[in-house]
């Protein structure tokens, strides 16, 4: 396996276009460096049988991909219809009842029932409600008991279980349900590496979020990373507390959209962008990046622009969702996604002496990350090479700006899978030893075999002694290979 160039990370989900081995290993040669389960669709036993699946292509592939579990969280949706949809026209009354469908009511036109029955204590005369993603706009003209009544402000086909957001937030749904809960102990039956928390309004939520997965993981002694879904109103205030608490975020923009206003949304995301790698942080943009490609064999050139944005806004990973869960191009999609991200980093200008003067640490691996950052930057080195068990090092230094690839070399086949989402870092396979000679000899033979570096090239290579230790790198070396 030769290592990627390509420094921006492809997480794609699968479903029903993508849930065969052959169609998996094709997207993972494609680009594919994380999979994304989601947990809104199927059954326990479908996620279960589907990252088995990715975890068997992996191995035909010769990589790691890491695997991510995107919680549901509080779908809060109209109920069901008579005629399984409505047209509700501009003008016409229209009544959410919470209480409607308690005895088996379906919709119609005049009112239809709620799965979330507390929306009515959180609404207040004049409100915005928005529902199916914002096509469909009402306004609340009172609350009485279970009923909200509205007048719709612009209309159209309103169906079964569409989802309902209230214009600049402030809904008290939990970011946890009891199907989260049962959901998570689900990804941890079978490790996966990262969970996504859909709809957290602030550090708390996070925070529980983590407390469960870890217990849940207890059995196997496995501590997933845990990604925060931005997307509602509240919690862009909340933002620095969110990331504190979180390992990562995903920029959300479907629902973010909905709540804050589509024109808003492009420079929340090179806010949230800046701020995760500020915080040392990983940033996932997503939503409809590629959205042409569930039934076009090319994608538009707004959808090229957008995801070549985000690469320049510094994203650790670029996302699709319908086109390869349930597209008719999964595999297009990937390899278009993968061209534009590599010609877009072309232009990705290194700024590492500005990345500079504004960092500050502590810690000694940290310290030690940032001199490798600064060494190969100057001696314009083939690659930086980093041994570590946590990963630690090749997140510090994936959040700079660096035009030279990161290889990180571990023996955790975890550490592996989780580093996949790490923007500019590649990982090899290293044997675990405490011979520093000896490990250090396996190093280079692997960055050789693996076409990193040929004969006469110099790397910066990083390291922990004694070896093993986790978060003990303390050691930098300028090395030219196969002269040592």
């Known amino acids: 396996m030769q290592v990627q160039q390509r420094a921006t990370k492809i997480v794609s989900t699968i479903g029903p276009a993508s849930n065969d081995i052959d169609t998996l290993v094709r997207m993972f040669k494609a680009g594919v460096d994380v999979v994304r389960l989601n947990f809104s669709h199927g059954k326990a036993q479908d996620h ?59 919709g119609n036109i005049e009112r239809c029932g709620l799965d979330y029955k507390e929306l009515p204590r959180d609404l207040r005369t004049a409100d ?14 009172k609350v009485v008991g279970s009923e909200i009544h509205t007048t719709v402000k612009i209309g159209g086909e309103l169906s079964n279980n569409k989802g309902i957001n209230r214009q600049g937030g402030g809904l008290s749904a939990p970011a946890l349900t009891a199907k989260d809960m049962e959901d998570v102990k689900t990804a941890m039956s079978f490790q996966a590496d990262y969970v996504a928390v859909s709809f957290p309004k602030n550090a708390t939520d996070m925070v529980m979020a983590r407390q469960l997965a870890n217990i849940a993981g207890e ?44 024109a808003a949304v492009p420079a929340l995301q090179k806010r949230m962008i800046k701020m995760a790698r500020a915080s040392n942080k990983l940033a996932i943009t997503a939503t409809q990046m590629m959205e042409s490609m569930i039934v076009n064999a090319v994608p538009t050139r707004a959808e090229v622009s957008d995801v070549a944005n985000a690469v320049l806004d510094g994203t650790d990973a670029v996302m699709t969702s319908a086109e390869t869960a ?9 390899e278009a996604m993968a061209a534009i991200c590599l010609d877009a980093e072309k232009w990705d200008t290194c700024k590492l002496d500005a990345d500079f003067l504004n960092a500050t640490f502590s810690r000694i691996d940290q310290s030690i990350a940032y001199g490798a950052l600064f060494t190969a930057h100057h001696l314009r080195v083939k690659a930086i090479a980093t041994l570590t068990e946590s990963g630690s090092t090749a997140l510090w230094m994936s959040r700079c700006n660096i035009d030279i690839p990161i290889v990180a070399l ?39 075999e693996h076409k990193v570096v040929t004969k006469g090239d110099t790397v910066v290579l990083t390291w922990g002694e004694p070896m093993g230790k986790v978060g003990g790198t303390n050691a930098l070396k300028i090395m030219k290979i196969g002269q040592h």
């Not at 035909?60 to 890491?66: I, K, P, S, T």
């Not at 509240?234 to 804050?260: N, T």
């Not at 349930?326 to 990937?334: A, C, D, F, K, L």
């Open 410 to 448: 571990t023996p955790s086949v975890g550490t592996r899978r989780k580093l996949a989402l790490y923007r500019n870092v590649s990982t090899l396979e290293l044997t675990s030893g405490t011979d520093r000679d000896k490990v250090l000899q396996q190093a280079e033979d692997l960055l050789l």
């Open 128 to 141: 915005v409600l928005l529902l199916n993603d914002g096509l469909i706009v009402l306004t609340v003209d």
């Open 219 to 262: 059995a196997w002694d496995h501590k997933p990373m845990m990604i925060a879904k931005i997307e509602r109103a509240e919690a862009i205030p909340a933002l620095q507390e969110i990331l504190d608490a979180s390992d990562g975020i995903m920029v959300a923009r479907g629902d973010l959209a909905v709540e804050v206003g589509n």
């Open 48 to 106: 279960i049988d589907r990252a088995r699946m990715v975890r068997e292509a992996a191995a035909l592939c010769g990589r790691e991909v890491a695997i991510m579990a995107d919680l549901q969280g509080p779908k809060i949706r109209v109920g069901k219809f008579e005629e399984g949809k409505i047209f509700l026209e501009n003008g016409m009354k229209f009544i959410l009842d919470a209480k409607w469908g308690e005895n088996g009511e379906l």
């Open 326 to 334: 349930s597209g008719r191009y999964p595999i297009e999609t990937v």
